[in-house]
């Protein structure tokens, strides 16, 4: 079935707009890392990776990469003035004593009702590798996720209840999908923002759950102003 969706950039740019100034930020590896080169240059904005950085910049120019100054995810990054770099276990402290306002992070599935599912699937040809994810779901203020709403399969990823191990239980806040923005609300999945082209209707029917409702005021183009 085809339909608008938005690309990756554009849902990097749709959670860069909603992070506000002066936050301190860790962004998952993959997909999440992205929000980087999105975030506005007129606010102050704290990026924090798992091995021990704080004050990372957008990626480099190719060939301006440093070897040695690299993410989680072991992709190079930069880093702005008054950043620093440090011992491994300072930044897990960092994570689990809640000291980070934000998190970013993929997903597998996430349920309903906020539970996470992002560090293994069951497939017997896949590594198993919870890594810090389980220390930034919990430990930080606000978990936000960015994934395709839907497998490749076509079914939901956000689902009644989670079929993978669990990485966190009942903590994420917001998803940021290629089809919407979807908050996750003691009443159910309130829908902020749908893809131009695409009803609510159809939107529901591809999440699969009945416990969902669009906010007055949602709109579709995520580049509105």
């Given amino acids: 079935m085809l339909m608008n969706r938005w690309n990756r950039d554009e849902m990097a740019a749709r959670v860069a707009r909603d992070v506000p100034e002066g936050a301190y930020v860790n962004l998952g590896i993959g997909l999440p890392t992205l929000v980087a080169n999105h975030l506005a240059t007129d606010r102050e904005i704290f990026l924090h990776s798992e091995n021990g950085i704080l004050g990372m ?77 389980m220390d930034l779901a919990i430990g930080a203020k606000r978990v936000l996720v960015m994934m395709d709403h839907l497998t490749k399969k076509g079914e939901s990823k956000i689902v009644e209840r989670c079929t993978y191990p669990l990485t966190g239980i009942g903590c994420v806040r917001c998803i940021y999908t290629d089809l919407a923005v979807i908050e996750i609300t003691s009443d159910g999945l309130a829908v902020v923002e749908i893809v131009e082209g695409l009803s609510f209707e159809e939107l529901a029917r591809l999440t699969g759950t009945g416990r969902i409702r669009r906010l007055p005021g949602a709109y579709h183009d995520a580049h509105a102003t």
């Fill in 57 to 133: 910049g957008p990626a480099p120019e190719p060939g301006r990469e440093d070897p040695d100054l690299v993410n989680a995810g072991k992709q190079p990054v930069t880093l702005l003035d008054g950043g620093s770099y440090f011992h491994h276990a300072d930044s897990f402290a960092m994570m689990r004593g809640g000291h980070l306002d934000i998190c970013v992070l993929g997903a597998f599935q996430v349920s309903i009702t906020g539970d996470l599912a992002n560090w293994h699937t069951g497939a017997p040809d896949t590594i198993p590798a919870v890594g810090g994810a």
